[in-house]
């Protein structure tokens, strides 16, 4: 049986409590320099596609199990996943780039010898790579990209220029995680496109290394945090990942699948079924943050209000 570099890994956002950010930097510098991989290389993005194949598990559609999925023909069905999924990709492009604004402030005149310092630029190399393989699977898969509402993307700016410490690692550890959810449901289902497979498990290995480094960053930026600014860093938190994952299907999606969008939406925010699945995927992640004190009672409401708990 042949084993894959993926099969060591656990659920990424599983708790592992760490000694220090060097030395976890460290190791995780070692790790990107044994599995890391190149999907501009290793995924023929000339080769025809399956016209079966989903672009993600039809579980994981926003709208499986409602009246509109059961109306949906077959095709439709496919259709419908592949624009969703080309959008939750696009979305990733977005708040990845983000990200990257976040780490790259961080380290701005680090100790170029740290650990910490060079694997913090491993990972926006990384981020980079991540976000060209999303753009070449959008633009093959569907030909179109999706960007979030505009206010929330001129919103996010002010987050891009005030998030600081445990806020900044949070942030980053929670959109990291919600994509992750989505893939790692999706990246062993052979009913998907098997570029979008690979494109799951490429992203989803060099992901995990990410969101142990920002965990451990969110770790040590919450030692002796006074209760003022634990409630407040909780809250805006929570309210930045909700604007991340009500974005990661947009409008559009429906509409350019040939759907109602307006009655997609409407189905997709009654969808017991997609909620169930995504308070399932975020369970680790509401853990770690109930761990660190980032899961206030102000954050859990948000994150109940969107289906993350």
């Known amino acids: 049986m ?22 976890v930097s460290a190791r995780l510098l070692a790790s990107a320099a044994r599995l890391s991989r190149n999907a501009m290389t290793e995924i ?11 672009g993600c598990s039809p579980e994981w559609s926003t709208l499986y199990g409602t009246a509109y999925w059961d109306e949906l023909t077959e095709q439709q069905r496919v259709t419908l996943t592949r624009h969703e999924f080309a959008s939750i990709m696009s979305i990733g492009i977005w708040f990845e780039m983000l990200l990257q604004q976040l780490v790259l ?8 010898h740290d650990p910490e310092f060079q694997f913090a630029l491993t990972e926006i190399a990384d981020e980079c790579r991540h976000s060209l393989m999303f753009a070449k699977a959008t633009e093959k898969m569907v030909g179109t990209s999706y960007t979030p509402h505009p206010r929330i993307g001129k919103s996010a700016k002010l987050f891009g220029a005030t998030a600081k410490g445990e806020v900044a690692y949070a942030g980053i550890l929670v959109a990291e995680e919600i994509l992750d959810v989505f893939q790692r449901g999706c990246m062993r289902d052979d009913r998907v496109l098997d570029f979008i497979r690979t494109v799951n498990e490429i992203h989803v290995l060099e992901e995990s290394r990410h969101m142990r480094y920002a965990r451990e960053q969110v770790r040590e930026s919450m030692a002796g945090i ?34 109602d969008h ?24 509401m853990e770690f943050l109930d ?19």
């Open 44 to 54: 023929d993005w000339a080769a025809p596609m399956d016209p079966t194949k989903y």
């Open 105 to 112: 402030r961080d380290q701005y005149l680090g100790d170029y």
């Open 226 to 259: 006074g209760p003022v600014k634990r409630q407040w860093s909780a809250y805006y938190t929570a309210v930045s990942a909700s604007f991340i994952f009500t974005s990661l299907v947009r409008p559009d999606a429906y509409r350019n699948a040939g759907l």
């Open 262 to 285: 307006r009655r997609a939406i409407a189905e997709m925010r009654r969808n017991h079924h997609f909620q169930s699945m995504v308070r399932g995927g975020c369970a680790h992640l």
């Open 2 to 23: 042949t084993i894959s570099p993926l099969d060591h890994i656990a659920p990424a956002s599983v708790s592992t409590p760490e000694t220090g950010t060097s030395e």
């Open 291 to 309: 761990e660190v004190g980032l899961l206030t009672p102000a954050a859990a409401k948000v994150y109940r209000k969107v289906h993350m708990l």
